[in-house]
Nanobody, 125 residues
Framework: QLQLVESGGGSVQPGGSLRLSCAAFGFDPYVRIGWFRQAPGKEREAVSCITVLTAVTDYSDSVKGRFTTSIFRDSVGSTVYLQMNSLKPEDTAIYYC?????????????????WGQGTQVTVSS
């Protein structure tokens, strides 16, 4: 059964750090796991993607240099992490992980399926 389960999130002051986790079960290793976010009143956007098999990563310009995504694989499945450093108030959003099926290796919202339940990240002083 294809499933994504998120954990982590919470509230932090500007400049702080948080780590999100996404446990992925049942996916082909060639799939990408992406992190997406949706702020109040805004459209959902891609944050990062990582290919399960190769650990190749991509980041949006807004988080590049501050966020890092990594992966741990075992016989049960894969866990994808999103380490978020130097957080800013504009990073406040609900963060989702999803499986991205894109033949060109991109990280687009239109190719994302099997969404996690979402987790709230709030950056505020």
């Amino acid at each position: 059964q294809l499933q994504l389960v998120e954990s982590g999130g919470g509230s932090v002051q500007p400049g702080g750090s948080l780590r999100l986790s996404c446990a992925a079960f049942g996916f082909d290793p060639y799939v990408r796991i992406g992190w997406f976010r949706q702020a109040p009143g805004k459209e959902r956007e891609a944050v990062s993607c990582i290919t399960v098999l190769t650990a190749v990563t991509d980041y949006s310009d807004s988080v590049k240099g501050r966020f890092t995504t990594s992966i741990f694989r075992d016989s049960v499945g894969s866990t994808v992490y999103l380490q978020m450093n130097s957080l800013k108030p504009e990073d406040t959003a609900i963060y989702y992980c999803a499986a991205v099926f894109a033949s060109d290796g991109s990280c687009g919202l239109g190719d994302a399926h099997y969404w996690g339940q979402g987790t709230q990240v709030t950056v505020s002083s």
